[in-house]
């Protein structure tokens, strides 16, 4: 069982950063993070594996987003620049829980994972 609790949400102005933040428990192959906007699907952002030296990335976020993992602290990050206001959405992270979905993949479809945690908002103004 994978417990993923997020934290690091908030309101920020177009241009500027947030670094939102997820605990988790237990060993995954690959984790992930998603965002849904309101009356959108939800979909995937970022994307890292295991020793965290493979990373995928949405093209709406590219350039712009970095994925990252602490092993040690058991936490994966995303940092986030130069936000625009249709980068507003809930972020969750997601977690595969070493079942190995996301092998052959690039960790961005929902189907690759098994476990997701509560949601962080981020609101972005213009």
């Known amino acids: 069982q994978v417990q993923l609790v997020e934290s690091g949400g908030g309101s920020v102005q177009a241009g500027g950063s947030l670094n939102v933040s997820c605990i988790h428990s237990?060993?995954?192959?690959?984790m992930g993070w998603f965002r849904q906007a309101p009356g959108k699907e939800r979909e995937g952002v970022a994307s890292?594996?295991?020793?965290?030296?493979?990373?995928y990335y949405a093209d709406s976020v590219k350039g712009r987003f970095t994925i990252s993992h602490d092993n040690a602290k058991k936490t994966v990050y995303l940092q986030m620049n130069s936000l625009r206001p249709e980068d507003t959405a809930m972020y969750y992270c997601?977690?595969?829980?070493?079942?190995?979905?996301?092998?052959?993949?690039?960790?961005?479809?929902?189907?690759?994972?098994?476990?997701w945690g509560q949601g962080t908002q981020v609101p972005v103004s213009s």
């Open positions: 997601a977690a595969d829980g070493g079942r190995g979905y996301c092998r052959g993949g690039f960790g961005l479809v929902q189907y690759e994972y098994s476990y």
């Open positions: 237990g060993y995954s192959f690959c």
């Open positions: 890292i594996y295991t020793g965290g030296i493979v990373t």
